[in-house]
């Protein structure tokens, strides 16, 4: 039972490294920028904002879809954590001189 616990527990974690959080950021700017540029000019043309409303809604949901779970490309570049496998420098972290 501990065995798939700590399977799902992976599963939901949402770890992603530093350049995996630039890439979600690039991403979901360009799509949002993309998808609410189409849905301007396309609601313009037709003159319907219900239709803008639905492309925004449309590119909102896709940025969603892609940014928001903890892809396995998100994590590509892992950062070593103190305390993961490294030791402490002797004395502990010293912050400002304390």
Known sequence: ????????????EGQIDF????????ISTVILTISS???LLVGYIQQD????MWISLIGTLF???LVVPPWPVYNQHPQPWIGSKAR???GGIVVSGK
Do not use: C, K, V, W
């Open 37 to 39: 540029t189409i849905a």
């Open 49 to 52: 904002i219900y239709l803008t």
């Open 63 to 65: 940025a969603i879809f």
């Open 1 to 12: 039972m501990d065995a798939i616990i700590n399977q799902l527990q992976h599963l939901f």
């Open 19 to 26: 350049h995996g959080q630039r890439l979600a950021e690039s």
């Open 88 to 90: 402490l420098p002797p």
